[in-house]
């Protein structure tokens, strides 16, 4: 990208800060009125649970965490390189053996595009087991709406929020409205999307499927798929910029260390370990490195 074209996007930031500014202040003078008050006393941002929910976070929703949020850094940044690069530095093309022979020759594909899609497969699998173990232990009802009040609960948390007066944080046992929709939205809408669409593109969609293909064509695939990344990144942002603003220690401890314990430093420790593991994967993911690993189930060529 030319110095032109980052000088124009620029301009967005100054943009981005001024609504976010006008947006704090409708939301402060919107509290200030008799009807907002009433509301946010009517509905104050979250909605109980069935009886039958699981309280707490789980041993195994804590490593599920870390290893969503290494796969999902690493495809981002492999994503975007795929989509930018003009030329390749290297080829991958798979062996035509085992399993996987095909009566046609394998198809030659960039070795960021192999990164990608070698991710994308962990990415499913850890998913899968995810889904599994959210479903087998209870803990959908979690991230699931089960009444329509969470509608206007979210609403009241959404003005909380942009008034910076903060709707009370009680993650340990319930969250939100706000963010049980951002959880179901992530989990049940954004990731399968991310899977469809990256599939269409990817060599394993069925080339000659003609009627499938008129009804689901490349083209949909890639415009949905790009929003879908960028989705992503807003999340991860606003995610990890709310985490650590309300209430770092309590809300780290939480999701790294499955602890309630609002004054232990464990699990901020182990997200400064895993930051540091994400930081090394995001820098080693070169050629140099891809390479061998790349060579192990194919063969790389210049």
Same mark, same amino acid.
């Given at each position: 990208?030319?110095?032109?074209?980052?000088?124009?996007?620029?301009?967005?930031?100054?943009?981005?800060?001024?609504?976010?500014?006008?947006?704090?202040?409708?939301?402060?003078?919107?509290?200030?009125?008799?009807?907002?008050?009433?509301?946010?006393?009517?509905?104050?941002?979250?909605?109980?649970?069935?009886?039958?929910?699981?309280?707490?976070?789980?041993?195994?929703?804590?490593?599920?965490?870390?290893?969503?949020?290494?796969?999902?850094?690493?495809?981002?940044?492999?994503?975007?390189?795929?989509?930018?690069?003009?030329?390749?530095?290297?080829?991958?093309?798979?062996?035509? $053996? *085992?399993?996987? @022979?095909?009566? !046609?020759?394998?198809?030659?594909? #960039?070795? &960021?595009?192999?990164?990608?899609?070698?991710?994308?497969?962990?990415?499913?699998?850890?998913?899968?087991?995810?889904?599994?173990?959210?479903?087998?232990?209870?803990?959908?009802?979690?991230?699931?709406?089960?009444?329509?009040?969470?509608?206007?609960?979210?609403?009241?948390?959404?003005?909380?929020?942009?008034?910076?007066?903060?709707?009370?944080?009680?993650?340990?046992?319930?969250?939100?409205?706000?963010?049980?929709?951002?959880?179901?939205?992530?989990?049940?809408?954004?990731?399968?999307?991310?899977?469809?669409?990256?599939?269409?593109?990817?060599?394993?969609?069925?080339?000659?499927?003609?009627?499938?293909?008129?009804?689901?064509?490349?083209?949909?695939?890639?415009?949905?798929?790009?929003?879908?990344?960028?989705?992503?990144?807003?999340?991860?942002?606003?995610?990890?910029?709310?985490?650590?603003? $309300? *209430?770092?220690? @309590?809300?780290? !401890?939480?999701?790294?260390?499955? #602890?309630? &314990?609002?004054?232990?430093?464990?699990?901020?420790?182990?997200?400064?370990?895993?930051?540091?593991?994400?930081?090394?994967?995001?820098?080693?993911?070169?050629?140099?490195?891809?390479?061998?690993?790349?060579?192990?189930?194919?063969?790389?060529?210049?």
């Amino acid at each position: 990208m030319t110095k032109n074209k980052w000088s124009k996007l620029i301009w967005i930031i100054p943009i981005v800060v001024l609504l976010l500014a006008a947006l704090v202040l409708v939301a402060r003078l919107l509290r200030d009125t008799p009807w907002m008050r009433d509301f946010i006393l009517s509905y104050p941002g979250e909605t109980p649970l069935p009886d039958s929910a699981p309280s707490g976070l789980p041993v195994w929703l804590t490593w599920q965490h870390f290893l969503n949020g290494f796969f999902i850094v690493l495809i981002i940044r492999s994503g975007w390189r795929v989509r930018t690069q003009t030329r390749p530095s290297a080829y991958w093309t798979r062996k035509n $053996t *085992g399993l996987i @022979r095909t009566r !046609n020759a394998p198809t030659k594909i #960039s070795l &960021d595009l192999w990164f990608h899609l070698s991710l994308d497969v962990l990415w499913v699998l850890n998913g899968l087991v995810f889904y599994l173990l959210l479903f087998a232990t209870g803990h959908w009802m979690r991230i699931i709406p089960t009444s329509w009040d969470i509608v206007p609960n979210a609403v009241s948390a959404g003005i909380q929020y942009l008034s910076l007066d903060w709707p009370t944080e009680n993650g340990w046992v319930n969250y939100n409205s706000l963010q049980l929709i951002s959880y179901f939205v992530v989990v049940f809408v954004a990731a399968p999307l991310a899977i469809i669409t990256g599939l269409r593109m990817s060599g394993a969609w069925p080339n000659g499927a003609e009627r499938l293909n008129r009804v689901y064509p490349m083209e949909l695939a890639r415009a949905i798929h790009l929003p879908v990344m960028l989705f992503f990144v807003f999340f991860i942002i606003v995610h990890v910029a709310l985490v650590l603003s $309300t *209430g770092a220690l @309590r809300n780290l !401890n939480h999701m790294y260390a499955g #602890s309630n &314990d609002a004054g232990s430093w464990r699990g901020f420790w182990i997200f400064v370990a895993s930051i540091v593991v994400m930081i090394v994967a995001w820098i080693g993911s070169q050629p140099v490195v891809l390479r061998p690993m790349a060579n192990l189930i194919g063969k790389v060529s210049k």
